[in-house]
């Protein structure tokens, strides 16, 4: 059984950043595409950003572009994501989801990943 462990989430002001990580209970991670989900209260969830650690492809969703960031370490242990110029629209609770038959980008709105996290909550007010 796969885990994970988010942890980097916080209360910061609009423009700001953030840093989050994700510890897998078993590594490396092979054959596995693990993702960034987010939902925000009322809200769907929806994947953030997406990296294969089978070719170490990436995806990022149009929000996402120019702002995120996903990386791994070198050990395929830990998956980040970097939040840059963040925005109140981004508040969520983001999750690490992963998943050995789904493809990264595949499924945008509530990805049918096998594995998650418990969350970690990003706050963006002033």
């Known amino acids: 059984q796969l885990e994970f462990v988010e942890s980097g989430g916080d209360l910061v002001q609009p423009g700001g950043s953030l840093r989050l990580s994700c510890l897998a209970s078993?590594?490396?991670?092979?054959?596995?595409?693990v993702a960034w989900v987010r939902q925000a209260p009322g809200k769907e969830r929806e994947e953030v950003s997406c990296?294969?650690?089978?070719?170490?492809?990436?995806y990022y969703a149009d929000f996402a572009k120019g702002r995120f960031t996903i990386s791994r370490n070198s050990a395929r242990s830990r998956v980040y994501l970097q939040l840059n110029d963040l925005k109140p629209e981004d508040t969520a609770v983001y999750y690490c989801a992963a998943d050995s038959r789904q493809r990264c980008g595949s499924s945008a709105k509530s990805p049918p990943f096998e594995y998650w996290g418990q969350g970690t909550q990003v706050t963006v007010s002033s």
């Open positions: 990296i294969d650690m089978r070719d170490y492809s990436t």
């Open positions: 078993s590594y490396p991670l092979r054959d596995y595409a």
